[in-house]
C-alpha cells in the first residue's frame, strides 16, 4: 500500500505528497534560554536563530586539527578496516565520497563527537541532552569531486528515519580548507522557518541512490528561487578548524570540485533525546543503523579539554 495514502493525522510536516507545498516551521530554534555560561555568545545564538546557521571559527588547535586530518586519510585510504556498508563511492567511481559511523570506527572521532564545542554546543541550542543520530567524513576530491544538491536534511530524517521534530543541528568541521572554488557548503539564510514538503513517493531502499545522488525529497526549482530570492545564499567558507552549525531544516548543497584541490569535513548530526526516532511519515522501511542511530538510550556525556 503507498505510504502517502497514510498521512499521520498528528504529523506538522507531511511530505513525500503529490503535489510540493509550503508549511510553517512548528518547532523552536534555538530551545535554550542564554546564559553566562553557555558555550556561544547571546550574539551567535542569536545569529543561530535568525539565519539557521553559524560559522565559528579558531575553536580548534592546529595540532588538534593535523591529528584530524591524518585520522582522516588514514580512514580513507585503507589503512584502517572499516564497517561493512559504511563507505559510500562517487557516482561512477571508486573514489571515496563518505564514510559513517565515525565514533563507532575510531577513538579520536569518538573524542570528537563529544567535545564541548560540538555535543555542548548543541545541547545548548537543542535544550536537553543529546545523542549521534549520524556521523561521517564527507571528501570531495580534487578535479572530480560530484555536487550535493539543494535540500532540508529534515526532510529525509522525517520521511526516510521517523525523526518526529525540528529538535536537531549539524556540526561540520572542516579537515582542509574550504574557499568559494572547491565547492564549499552553501546555506540559505533563514530558509530553515519554512518547511518545503516535497512532491514524489519514496522508492523501495531510496539511500541506495540518494547517497550518491538525491532525487527524491528535493525542492523543486521554482520552490528554491523563491528561498533565495527571500534569503540569498551564503558560502560557509573557512581554513581547516573552522566549524559549522546548522539546523536540521536549512536549506543546503554544494557546488562539484573541479580545482586540484580536495575538500574534507567531519560530520556529526546531534538530535535531542526526546526526539528519538519512530517509524518512517513516507517510507515503507527506516533506513540502515548506519545513517540514522535509533537507539536515544545513551545520551552523549559532554567532555572539555584538548582532543588529544
Known amino acids: 500500500m503507498s505510504t502517502m495514502s ?45 539565519d539557521g546557521f553559524l560559522v565559528l571559527k579558531d575553536l580548534f588547535s592546529p595540532d588538534e586539527v593535523a591529528a584530524l586530518v591524518a585520522e582522516s586519510a588514514a580512514m580513507r585510504s585503507g589503512e584502517r578496516e572499516l564497517m561493512d556498508g559504511s563507505v559510500i563511492t562517487e557516482p561512477g567511481s571508486e573514489a571515496v565520497r563518505t564514510v559513517f559511523k565515525l565514533p563507532e570506527q575510531s577513538a579520536l572521532f569518538d573524542r570528537l563527537s563529544r567535545d564541548r564545542r560540538l555535543a555542548g554546543i548543541a545541547s545548548f541550542l537543542l535544550g536537553e541532552d543529546v545523542y549521534v543520530h549520524q556521523s561521517r567524513l564527507n571528501y570531495k576530491p ?16 522525517h520521511a526516510e528515519d521517523g525523526m518526529p521534530r525540528m529538535r536537531a543541528v549539524s556540526a561540520s568541521l572542516l579537515l582542509t580548507d574550504n574557499d568559494a572554488l572547491n565547492g564549499p557548503l552553501m546555506l540559505m539564510p533563514g530558509s530553515h522557518k519554512h518547511f518545503i514538503a516535497c512532491a514524489g513517493e519514496t522508492p523501495d531502499d531510496n539511500h541506495k541512490s540518494s547517497l550518491k545522488k538525491q532525487e527524491v525529497g528535493v525542492p523543486s526549482h521554482a520552490a528554491l528561487a523563491k528561498l533565495a530570492e527571500q534569503s540569498g545564499i ?37 538530535n535531542a533525546v526526546s526526539n528519538a526516532l519512530e517509524a518512517p511519515f513516507a517510507a515503507k522501511k527506516p533506513r540502515p543503523d548506519f545513517l540514522a542511530q535509533r537507539d536515544a538510550a545513551k545520551p552523549v556525556e559532554v567532555v572539555s579539554g584538548a582532543l588529544a
Open 234 to 270: 551564503t558560502a560557509a567558507t573557512g581554513p581547516a578548524g573552522t566549524l559549522v552549525f546548522f539546523d536540521c531544516n536549512t536549506m543546503h548543497g554544494s557546488n562539484g570540485n573541479i580545482t586540484p584541490f580536495a575538500r574534507s569535513n567531519a560530520f556529526f548530526v546531534f
Open 6 to 50: 497514510m498521512p499521520r493525522q498528528s504529523d506538522p510536516y507531511p511530505s513525500r505528497l503529490p503535489e510540493e507545498k509550503w508549511l510553517p516551521r512548528a518547532d523552536k530554534v534555538v530551545w535554550s534560554q542564554w546564559r553566562p555560561d553557555a558555550p556561544l555568545t547571546a550574539q551567535q545564538a542569536d545569529a543561530f536563530d535568525r
Open 142 to 157: 580534487g578535479f572530480t569531486g560530484k555536487e550535493f544538491y539543494w535540500h532540508s536534511d529534515f526532510e529525509t530524517w
